[in-house]
């Protein structure tokens, strides 16, 4: 006869199954870093190659270097330290800087794929978060557009706010994408390219929820693919603690 019975978790099995969850979150983290890792490192090389042909620009891309360096150790810290997003990181920021970093990072791609860059923002677009991480979501949805693109053609970039949120759309005119991929888009490893590992899109969706955001992509095939990106719009008050 057979006969259940429920065991109790004891101790030592409690702590080996959360040891098991640490690791499986410190895996997905992993994987994720090493795909952020891959942008900046060619960015760097690309930048210093740039610098030693003794292209214009050299003092902006010195700050570039800088600034994807410290992308990088922060991105190192959030992993050793285990964090999930700290609130407290977050700063008061424009998304019209990020998109001047984004036209200065991009520069060189742009050029060689012939692609153009229409920025068109509100002035001073307003959003509290983290800025590497945003920054994040940028470079992953431009690097997607680019190699939608590959060669000729427009990327554009439009951005404005109401009293509750604010809207950017970054659109390309690439191939765009069957409809029947699309609801798939954002799932970890999905992806339809060699070399990808399909996480990018998976963690941009996760750091805009994080920020309290919305991601939604569409697209028209032979026309091209659009995303929006919604964040909440700071309130007055913290508004106002800009100097
Ligand atoms: N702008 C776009 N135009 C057409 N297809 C896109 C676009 N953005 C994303 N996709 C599709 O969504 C898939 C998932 O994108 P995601 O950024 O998550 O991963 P990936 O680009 O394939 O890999 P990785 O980001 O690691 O380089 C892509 O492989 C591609 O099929
Ligand atoms: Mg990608």
Redesign the pocket.
Known sequence: MLSFRSIPLDNNHTHLTRHAERLISLGEMSAGLV?EF?NPITSLRGFIELIRAGVAYEEEYYQVIGDELNRMERLTHELLSFAKPQHQDWELMTINSICQDMAILFRQQLLTHKIHLNVDLTDNLHFLGNRCQIKQVFI??I???I???EEEGSIYITGIHDTRELHVT?K?T????PHI?LS???EAF????Q??????????KKIVEDHHGKLI?T?KLNE??M?TLSLPYPDIQTLGQIS
């Open positions: 795909h891959k992953n949805l690097k997607n557009a190699e939608a693109i970054i390309d690439g191939p765009g994408i991929q798939n888009i954002m999905f992806t339809t390219k070399s990808g590992t399909g996480l990018g899109l998976n963690m941009s992509a697209s091209g693919t995303f």
